[in-house]
């Protein structure tokens, strides 16, 4: 393998690399929990007050000590 072609095998390494990071990025944001209905309302109090009376959203009880344990709370 010469000079040239040992050059074209680094640069194509380097952008399936770079296209493979990024469609393992895109994997990530696809598989993220979508936030609570709250995030950007313009009815985030009377929402969080709904959620709160409901014990639903972070404050389901179930969260309780999985929240304090990420320090969320």
């Known amino acids: 393998m010469n000079l040239l072609q040992k050059r074209k095998a680094a640069i194509c390494r380097a952008i ?3 296209n493979l990071h ?3 990025e895109d ?6 929990p979508p936030v609570g209905r709250e995030f950007g309302s313009p009815d985030f109090d009377r929402l969080m007050d709904e959620d709160f009376r409901n014990q639903a959203g972070v404050f389901d009880p179930a969260l309780k000590g ?3 344990e990420i320090d969320v709370i």
């Open 27 to 32: 994997l990530a944001w696809d598989q993220m």
């Open 22 to 24: 990024r469609r393992l």
């Open 66 to 68: 999985h929240l304090a």
């Open 16 to 18: 399936l690399e770079r």
